[in-house]
């Protein structure tokens, strides 16, 4: 669970709260509705917070849709990954087709704001398929859309399956065309691309990962959470046994990383490059004042570093801002991580 703002001297109330991470869904209402309840009495809370919890199709049914508003939950975030038998199968999902496309409709009738999870570039997947995929979730007008290519992860039974040639392994090729034309058609419906991953209808962004890659300070409670200041990340320990065992003896079982003027550079670098507002040079600036370094010649490098892709149509500029074109989010990582600065 993950808390934006509020818990820094002077950064104002709680504006998001997100139950997401493993499966908040199993929590009961109750359990919910208690640690709204513990957030609210803890911290200054908005009282307009976005507060949103993870679920999946087959968790929901009209009762429990209910008792999430009741305990406090106003946005749903729900893993739909595909509308296809095939493909759920393939993704090991334990929800159905059927069950995906009845209760995503079922839980529009209970929640506005909302945001739907698909996957592209998976095996299988024709370009004919994720339009349709793409189609129906247009149709319902969910307001919020994030779209991910597939990855392999080392050490997953996925990998495992393609080293064995059970399965097909993914084309780059497919996901880049996908994701071009994922571009495209969300674009023609009205959404707004204003993250690699993400869409939106104008005015229903999601608040709470926009203050992400905003740099914005949060706080994130439970095990394996991460947390920023501005100045430091810390992350508390994955093993839950070990985790609670800590809570109860009254330590916080954590590690803390303190960041360089460099590392902070970087990381806006690569989260600002991920929007559609791009990457603002003051904002570079900003931050060697902040941290009292006056080194021209690395705001200098960065724009030089730029020339190469803006030539070849994959930055452009402004007066104070670099960012990718359509093209050039096909390369947002590699772009971002050339540009990093070295100190």
């Not at 398929?129 to 859309?145: F, M």
């Amino acid at each position: 669970m993950d808390l934006v703002t509020s818990f820094l001297p002077g950064e104002g109330p709680v504006e998001t709260i997100y139950f997401g991470g493993g499966t908040p869904s199993l929590c009961s209402a109750g359990e919910l509705a208690g640690m709204i309840e513990k957030i609210h009495a803890n911290f200054a809370v908005d009282p307009g917070a976005e507060t949103t919890l993870e679920v999946n199709p087959d968790d929901i049914t009209r009762e429990r849709l209910q008792e999430w508003k009741s305990a406090g939950i106003n946005r749903l975030s729900i893993g739909v990954q595909s509308f296809f038998e095939e493909d759920l199968r393939w993704m090991n999902r334990a929800h159905t087709a059927r069950q995906a496309i009845e209760n995503l409709a079922l839980a529009k009738e209970v929640f506005e704001n909302m945001s739907v999870d698909l996957i592209y570039g998976s095996p299988g997947l024709s370009d004919a398929k994720w339009k349709e995929n793409v189609d129906r979730v247009v149709a319902l007008n969910i307001p919020h859309i994030s779209c991910y290519a597939l990855t392999v992860e080392p050490k997953t039974p996925l990998q495992k399956m393609i080293l064995q040639h059970k399965s097909e392994d993914v084309d780059p090729d497919t996901q880049s065309r996908q994701f071009l034309l994922l571009m495209d058609w969300l674009g023609e419906a009205g959404y707004e691309h204003y993250e690699i991953s993400n869409f939106a209808r104008p005015g229903l962004r999601s608040r709470h990962n926009s203050s992400y890659w905003q740099g914005r300070p949060y706080l994130g409670l439970g095990p394996s959470a991460h947390s920023y200041d501005g100045s430091a990340r810390w992350w508390n320990i994955a093993n839950n046994t070990s985790y609670i065992d800590s809570i109860n003896k009254g330590v916080v079982p954590l590690e803390r990383e303190e960041l360089t003027a460099s590392q902070k550079i970087n990381e806006y670098i690569m989260i600002s490059l991920r929007t559609s507002q791009g990457l603002s040079i003051a904002r570079i600036g900003n931050i060697l004042r902040e941290n009292e370094i006056s080194d021209l010649k690395i705001v200098e490098g960065l724009e030089a570093k730029s020339e190469g892709y803006r030539k070849r149509g994959l930055m452009e500029a402004g007066a104070d801002y670099l960012r990718l074109t359509r093209e050039g989010k096909l390369l947002a990582d590699g772009i971002a991580s050339d540009l990093f600065v070295d100190q």
